[in-house]
């Protein structure tokens, strides 16, 4: 009995052994998980199946190898795709031989074709819509099925965004001196001449095509304490001319505006509507930018920013939501999965959100090797999520989950398990002793 004892355990601490020897092995590996093995004691049956009250132990037998999915650490690396998982939840991965795994590595590049793959080539599966006539790949309102695919990177860029509203914040001088309107037919202002107009200056704008034009404005300080009498009173009137790319034939009178007794902005007296009602406290910008393009330009000013204080006449913010057309120059992953592309017009797109999913039995999976694990009927079907949603865990970009290895509780183990085995080794070394006497005494 003790021989059988000895070779049960002999044949529980190699086993053992083994299990620490892949933990340590892979202790470098990106998402590797910590493996243990648990054992369970062995008896001997009678021959009718019944328990004896000196039935004698057989030793132990290894029941099964479990894995930790605990965190591991979190390592910074240098691209924009490599991803760590911060709670629950697993990458899935459609496999190219077909099927779905799941995988805590998060190391992912692109590959010729656009698609976001391991190093193995597999696709990372999450939500992205795609136009079917356009083309055009974006994040979609709310993950549905439906949505549910390999995601994709975008080649092509993106179009023109032709300027529709432009927003002024400045300071006009409340120290400038009043400059009267000439009587006709002299021309009001003349932008070669600075001694006609108070204070210039211009922003760039986009027609349909993406081309750059340069809108200038002219202000001109027209009059003091216009009307006190009014709600709220207006203590003094500017007068605001537009001219496009420097051209004097494109001059126009816009608006006028009129400020209160704090320098704010009391009203505005759009000159220019263009068929479009002007914002509350603000004009209309209307005119031809070139022959190829979609014709008029029509655009909204936002003027209410625009204050009359002391000192000089300067410019805060000037803001216009045109652009030129441009092409992706790199990639972004918020915490809750959402990858955005920037291109090199400074436009912006949300393109796809990654994927998270769990099951309710982490160690009822089955691994499959290349830190990938497929679904049992132990482990329970596929919850797929967004990250952060409900007990979904959360995305750290530009970082990766190190192996929750602990290297040195792992070699203390090996250290134990070889002392186990060395005292297996000799109780079996021993009975083949006794043995080997009994057999001389013979």
Not at 378 to 396: D, H, K, L, Q, Y
């Given at each position: ?25 892979n ?97 990372l ?72 107009y ?6 760039p ?27 709220p ?31 704010r902005?009391a ?14 406290n ?52 918020s ?108």
């Open positions: 009995m003790a021989f059988q004892q000895g070779l049960s355990g002999l044949n529980s601490s190699s086993k053992a052994l083994d299990v620490i020897s892949n933990n340590v092995a202790a470098s590996t990106v998402g590797f998980k910590n493996s243990g093995t648990v054992f369970a004691d062995a008896y001997a049956s009678s021959l009718t199946g019944a328990v004896s009250k000196i039935q004698i132990g057989i030793g132990s037998a290894v029941q099964a190898v479990r894995q930790a999915f605990t965190q591991g650490n979190v390592t910074t690396t240098s691209n924009p795709l490599d991803m760590a998982i911060n709670g629950n939840g697993f990458f899935e991965i459609e496999l190219q031989n077909g099927g779905y795994a799941l995988s805590r590595n998060g190391q992912f590049d692109i590959n010729k074709e656009g698609y976001i793959v391991t190093s193995l080539g597999d696709r599966m999450g939500y992205q819509a795609i136009d079917p006539v356009s083309g055009d790949v974006y994040a979609p309102a709310t993950a549905s099925v439906d949505t549910f695919r390999p995601l994709i990177v975008p080649a092509s860029g993106v179009g023109a965004i032709e300027t529709s509203e432009i927003s002024l914040n400045l300071n006009l001088s409340a120290d400038a001196e009043v400059i009267p309107t000439p009587a006709p037919p002299a021309a009001a202002i003349d932008p070669s001449d600075p001694l006609t108070t204070y210039s200056t211009g922003i704008i986009f027609d349909s095509l993406g081309k750059e034009h340069t809108l200038s404005f002219y202000f001109v300080r027209r009059s003091d304490v216009v009307d006190t009498t009014t709600a009173p207006t203590y003094s009137e500017w007068d605001a001319y537009t001219v496009v790319d420097n051209d004097t034939s494109t001059l126009t009178h816009n608006s006028t505006i009129g400020f209160d007794g704090v320098g902005v009203a505005v007296t759009p000159h220019v509507t263009a068929g479009v009602t002007p914002p509350t603000g004009s209309v910008f209307s005119a031809l930018l070139g022959t190829d393009a979609v014709n008029p330009n029509v655009s909204t000013l936002g003027l209410n920013a625009i204050t009359q204080f002391g000192g000089e006449s300067k410019p805060r913010e000037l803001k216009q939501d045109g652009a030129p057309p441009g092409e992706i120059s790199g990639l972004s992953i915490r809750n999965g959402i990858i955005q592309a920037r291109y090199s017009n400074g436009d912006t797109k949300d393109v796809g959100i990654v994927n998270l999913t769990t099951v309710r039995n982490n160690n009822g999976l089955s691994p499959i090797g290349n830190n990938y694990w497929v679904e049992t009927p132990e482990s329970g079907g596929f919850a797929r999520g967004t990250p952060g949603n409900g007990m979904n865990g959360v995305i750290s970009a530009g970082q990766v989950e190190e192996s929750n290895v602990d290297l040195t509780q792992e070699l203390v183990q090996m250290i134990i398990q070889q002392r186990n085995y060395q005292a297996n080794a000799q109780s079996i070394r021993t009975q083949d002793q006794i043995l080997q006497t009994l057999v001389n005494l013979r």
